[in-house]
């Protein structure tokens, strides 16, 4: 098994539950981690025996064009949409995290992050 992973994904989307948080854009970043059996890729060294990351960047970038009140169902569509999209992943994660979050004070970001275990 190996780790592939792809990190710090950037978009501007309208995720939040207060009204100006659905008409002005945000700062938002995705990260997605996958324990895969890469051992075919190895040897092949072919795209088509691992998992493509611009199809893994497609799948996440639709999902974070449509508007979620919160980060925890904007995480969970994004986990279907992978698990469906990409059903050999047996072990995955995404971590949200909403840059500069309307907490009332400073604060770097806000992130919710899920894992997906096949079978559970």
């Not at 700062?27 to 893994?56: I, N």
């Not at 992978?82 to 907490?103: M, N, R, W």
Request: glycine fraction near 4%; aromatic fraction near 8%; include cysteine.
């Amino acid at each position: 098994m190996a780790v592939i992973e792809l990190l710090g994904m950037e978009f501007r989307a309208r995720h939040g539950c207060l009204d100006w948080e659905k008409i002005t854009d945000q700062s938002f970043v995705v990260d997605f981690s996958a324990r895969y059996d890469t051992r075919a890729a190895e040897r092949s060294d072919a795209l088509e025996d691992t998992l493509d990351y611009s199809a893994v960047y497609a799948v996440i970038a639709a999902q974070m064009a449509v508007p979620s009140n919160l980060l925890e169902h904007l995480c969970g569509r994004i986990e279907r949409a992978i698990a469906t999209q990409f059903p050999f992943l047996e072990e995955f994660s995404i971590s949200v995290s909403k840059l500069s979050p309307a907490v009332g004070g400073p604060a770097k970001c806000a992130r919710v992050s899920v894992e997906h275990k096949a079978g559970k």
